[in-house]
């Protein structure tokens, strides 16, 4: 667990080129468009970008279906583009994840059209090809799996009774894995971008690499051939050579984007001891308001299915590698309207509470572009307006049937398209959100009035939340190596959960619904006095262990701590100087007198405004709470000496400087005179009375 490595504290924004921010003006977007809003990005406090495919491909399933994976697509530029692109993002301290897609290539793969042209080509044990059954004088498919995107998983080639596997479309046939010169390909791709200064990858449908051998047919009522593909028999031997060939040899961050995998392959996957990958997505939670694990079938949002699925993995991770923190991706409606939280009055509250719910757990942050301000589902108005093709196929095979009205049916869909989550981003009020200057490849969405230019004027900015969030994600050691528990499991309006690590812990407790209840802390967290982190309202209520929470507040809140009054760090400087760091601890609300921090900031906005009120000073202030801050005070009373104020994070003593000579303790008024102006000298006095002492 204390293994450290970037990924366990990486923050990660998921980009969807197609629909960033086009800057060539053709209605899509494209890679200068997105370094146009790196800086947009960073300052949200994420430290890494994953990009969903960047590849040459035509697209018929949007980027996953790769036609060259060593050529970025020209719709979105070139490979010029691209490395100046990993550059922008390694200037601005931020990582750059690769998305990869090996189960299949595009049909339009040079490998494919070889392998279809001729039998005899090389390239035909690259993919999955098998004889048709002969039935009378119908040809059938080799046996009866069903595509995961609807009707027959094989296609027939054109000319031969043969048909060739594709879970997927039927553009996008699955490579045979089998097969070592595919691998050899795969760990030459892997490379290529490693060398060229990707640290890291997500990995498309990594579980359904493996096949069973000889394809049984399956006896399944639905999605035939599931049980032979998923977790194949083979899916840890690939992965372990893969970590041996490639993973071990750079610092990366690999995430598999996992299909139903099964409870014993998760925990393998993502074991360090496995050596396979680093962590997983698994979207158990997701389906916490549909049948069957379909998005079109929607039910009631339920929060106890949610929070299980979520704590499960979590809990699961904690134990046995890494965990993944997901609301949104390009596969998924947006969160804040699939499960049903009252938008009209609440936007900023539900999402600003869904976020802080999940992003606080155990696992790596995955943020989707556009969760950041909050946008919502659209309202497709026609068949014709959705771009995804698994929306068309879903409508012909299955909803177009159904004996209902079409708007019904719309609705169906409307619920559960992964167009929903591909509308143009929406950074300003003009005529195409902002998104270009041209009409967009897809239609926009319906509230355009959700779009980054109002939220960061806004007094209630979700991106500004999301960034006091992803300060304590990314400072607070707790929020990233501590232990999760479930508070209250079986709480049908609440979710509250405590994260605890090396004596540290905090709560976080969020209100699920639109009326204010009340929520009391289990019986050994009643007793302290807590101060907040963060809250989504600037009233916060915890008393003797009641919590009084707001329509959707979210609240995060850790106990003060009996120490946590202040401290005096001294050291001597390379030139035997004396200096002097001051750390303000834990710095409680309302019990103390001074230092005070408001119910709705964080300790670092605290410490800012207490220097800035209580001394008056100018100040070099740096966003990382957990940041020493250097100033130099216009007219210091003490000579030669540098002065800094370190702010701290829970009551975590952190100094980090080698010079440290000692620390002392001070009581609180003590430590509070201390940072009083005119008591430098006297602070001075005393550092030098002791560490002159022996
Ligand atoms: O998704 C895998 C996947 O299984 C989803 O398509 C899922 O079934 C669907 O979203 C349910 O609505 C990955 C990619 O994320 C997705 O965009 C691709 O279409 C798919 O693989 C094929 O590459």
């Given at each position: 667990?204390?293994?450290k490595?970037?990924?366990?504290?990486?923050?990660v924004?998921?980009?969807?080129?197609?629909?960033?921010?086009d800057?060539?003006?053709?209605?899509?977007?494209?890679?200068?468009?997105?370094?146009?809003?790196?800086?947009y990005?960073?300052?949200?406090?994420?430290?890494?970008?994953?990009f969903?495919?960047?590849?040459?491909?035509?697209n018929?399933?949007?980027?996953?279906?790769v036609?060259?994976?060593?050529?970025?697509?020209?719709?979105?530029?070139?490979?010029d583009?691209?490395?100046?692109?990993?550059?922008?993002?390694?200037?601005?301290?931020?990582?750059?994840?690769?998305?990869?897609?090996?189960?299949?290539?595009?049909?339009?793969?040079?490998?494919?059209k070889?392998?279809?042209?001729?039998?005899?080509?090389?390239?035909?044990?690259?993919y999955?090809?098998?004889?048709?059954?002969?039935?009378?004088?119908?040809?059938?498919?080799?046996n009866?799996?069903?595509?995961i995107?609807?009707?027959?998983?094989w296609?027939?080639?054109?000319?031969?009774?043969?048909?060739?596997?594709?879970?997927?479309?039927?553009?996008?046939?699955?490579?045979?894995?089998?097969?070592d010169?595919?691998?050899?390909?795969?760990?030459?791709?892997?490379?290529?971008?490693?060398?060229?200064?990707?640290?890291?990858?997500?990995?498309?449908?990594?579980?359904?690499?493996?096949?069973?051998?000889?394809?049984?047919?399956?006896?399944?009522?639905f999605?035939?051939?599931?049980?032979?593909?998923?977790?194949?028999p083979?899916?840890?031997?690939?992965?372990?050579?893969l970590?041996?060939?490639?993973?071990?040899?750079?610092?990366?961050?690999?995430?598999?984007e996992?299909?139903?995998?099964?409870?014993?392959?998760?925990?393998?996957?993502?074991?360090?001891?496995?050596?396979e990958?680093?962590?997983?997505?698994?979207?158990?939670?997701l389906?916490?308001?549909?049948?069957?694990?379909?998005?079109?079938?929607?039910?009631?949002?339920n929060?106890?299915?949610?929070?299980?699925?979520?704590?499960?993995?979590?809990?699961?991770?904690?134990?046995?590698?890494?965990?993944?923190?997901v609301?949104?991706?390009?596969?998924?409606p947006?969160?804040?309207?699939?499960?049903?939280?009252?938008?009209?009055?609440?936007?900023?509250?539900?999402a600003?509470?869904?976020?802080?719910?999940?992003?606080?757990?155990?696992?790596?942050?995955?943020?989707?572009?556009?969760?950041?301000i909050?946008?919502?589902?659209?309202?497709?108005?026609?068949?014709?307006?959705?771009?995804?093709?698994v929306?068309?196929?879903?409508?012909?095979?299955?909803?177009?049937?159904?004996?209902?009205?079409?708007?019904?049916?719309?609705?169906?869909?409307?619920?559960?398209?992964?167009?929903?989550?591909?509308v143009?981003?929406?950074?300003?009020?003009?005529?195409?959100a902002?998104?270009?200057?041209?009409?967009?490849?897809?239609?926009?969405?319906d509230?355009?009035?959700?779009?980054?230019k109002?939220?960061?004027?806004?007094?209630?900015?979700?991106?500004?939340?999301?960034?006091?969030?992803?300060?304590?994600?990314?400072?607070?050691?707790?929020?990233?190596?501590?232990d999760?528990?479930?508070?209250?499991?079986?709480?049908?309006?609440?979710?509250?959960?405590?994260?605890?690590?090396?004596?540290?812990?905090?709560?976080?407790?969020?209100?699920?619904?639109?009326?204010?209840?009340?929520?009391f802390?289990?019986?050994?967290?009643?007793?302290?006095?807590?101060?907040?982190?963060?809250?989504?309202?600037?009233?916060v209520?915890?008393?003797?262990?009641?919590?009084?929470?707001?329509?959707?507040?979210?609240?995060?809140?850790?106990?003060l701590?009996?120490?946590?009054?202040?401290?005096?760090?001294y050291?001597?400087?390379?030139?035997?100087?004396?200096?002097?760091?001051?750390?303000?601890?834990?710095?409680?609300?309302?019990?103390?007198?001074?230092?005070?921090?408001?119910?709705n900031?964080?300790?670092?906005?605290?410490?800012?405004?207490?220097?800035m009120?209580e001394?008056?000073?100018?100040?070099?202030?740096?966003?990382?709470f957990?940041?020493?801050i250097?100033?130099?005070?216009?007219?210091?009373?003490?000579?030669?000496v540098?002065?800094?104020?370190?702010?701290?994070?829970?009551?975590?003593?952190?100094?980090?400087?080698a010079?440290?000579?000692?620390t002392?303790?001070?009581?609180?008024?003590?430590?509070?005179?201390?940072?009083?102006?005119e008591?430098?000298?006297?602070?001075?006095?005393?550092?030098?009375?002791?560490?002159?002492?022996?």
């Open positions: 667990m204390d293994n490595k970037w990924f366990k504290e990486a923050i924004y998921q980009i969807y080129p197609f629909s960033y921010c800057l060539n003006g053709d209605g899509v977007g494209d890679i200068k468009g997105i370094i146009s809003k790196l800086d990005i960073k300052d949200l406090g994420v430290n890494a970008i994953w969903s495919p960047l590849y040459d491909s035509p018929y399933d949007y980027g996953y279906d036609r060259d994976y060593l050529k970025i697509s020209p719709t979105f530029g070139t490979m583009d691209f490395k100046t692109l990993i550059e922008e993002i390694h200037k601005r301290g931020m990582k750059i994840i690769m998305d990869t897609v090996f189960n299949h290539t595009s049909s339009e793969h040079e490998w494919f070889s392998a279809i042209k001729d039998k005899k080509s090389k390239y035909r044990k690259y999955i090809f098998k004889e048709g059954i002969k039935k009378g004088d119908k040809l059938l498919p080799p009866n799996w069903t595509s995107f609807t009707g027959s998983a296609e027939r080639v054109e000319g031969e009774d043969v048909f060739y596997l594709h879970l997927f479309d039927k553009h996008q046939p699955d490579l045979n894995w089998e097969c010169e595919v691998r050899e390909e795969i760990k030459h791709i892997f490379k290529f971008y490693c060398d060229l200064g990707v640290d890291g990858f997500r990995m498309d449908v990594f579980n359904l690499f493996s096949k069973v051998e000889g394809l049984p047919n399956d006896d399944a009522k999605s035939k051939g599931r049980k032979y593909y998923i977790d194949g083979k899916i840890h031997e690939y992965l372990h050579e970590y041996k060939d490639v993973f071990s040899k750079y610092d990366l961050l690999v995430v598999g996992s299909f139903n995998p099964h409870l014993e392959d998760k925990i393998k996957y993502v074991s360090e001891d496995s050596g990958i680093n962590m997983i997505f698994d979207f158990s939670h389906n916490a308001d549909s049948r069957f694990g379909v998005n079109y079938l929607h039910k009631k949002f929060l106890v299915e949610f929070k299980k699925n979520l704590m499960d993995s979590e809990e699961l991770y904690f134990k046995n590698g890494w965990g993944t923190l609301l949104e991706n390009h596969d998924q947006r969160s804040i309207s699939r499960f049903g939280f009252d938008l009209v009055n609440y936007h900023y509250e539900a600003t509470m869904m976020a802080t719910s999940m992003f606080l757990g155990f696992g790596v942050p995955f943020i989707y572009q556009g969760e950041e909050g946008m919502t589902n659209t309202k497709f108005k026609s068949i014709d307006e959705y771009r995804d093709p929306t068309q196929f879903v409508y012909n095979s299955f909803i177009k049937k159904l004996p209902i009205s079409l708007k019904a049916k719309i609705r169906m869909l409307n619920h559960g398209a992964r167009d929903n989550a591909r143009p981003m929406q950074w300003d009020d003009s005529l195409y902002g998104f270009s200057d041209f009409e967009p490849w897809m239609r926009l969405s509230d355009l009035n959700i779009n980054v109002n939220d960061l004027r806004s007094d209630k900015s979700i991106y500004h939340y999301y960034q006091k969030l992803l300060s304590i994600k990314k400072n607070n050691k707790t929020a990233i190596y501590g999760i528990k479930d508070l209250c499991p079986e709480c049908k309006k609440v979710f509250a959960y405590k994260r605890s690590y090396n004596g540290n812990m905090f709560l976080v407790v969020s209100n699920f619904t639109n009326r204010q209840i009340e929520y802390l289990p019986e050994d967290l009643k007793g302290y006095t807590y101060c907040t982190l963060l809250s989504n309202y600037v009233d209520s915890v008393n003797s262990g009641k919590v009084i929470l707001n329509p959707y507040q979210s609240i995060v809140i850790e106990p701590k009996e120490y946590s009054y202040g401290a005096v760090v050291r001597k400087n390379d030139n035997g100087k004396i200096e002097y760091l001051l750390e303000k601890m834990g710095l409680g609300h309302v019990s103390l007198p001074k230092g005070h921090i408001e119910a900031e964080t300790i670092e906005e605290c410490v800012k405004r207490e220097i009120e001394l008056s000073l100018d100040i070099n202030l740096d966003m990382n957990s940041h020493t250097t100033y130099s005070p216009k007219e210091s009373a003490i000579k030669d540098t002065f800094y104020i370190a702010t701290i994070k829970g009551g975590e003593i952190k100094v980090d400087n010079e440290v000579v000692d002392m303790w001070l009581n609180y008024s003590d430590a509070i005179d201390a940072i009083t102006f008591s430098d000298k006297e602070v001075l006095k005393d550092a030098n009375n002791y560490l002159n002492k022996e």
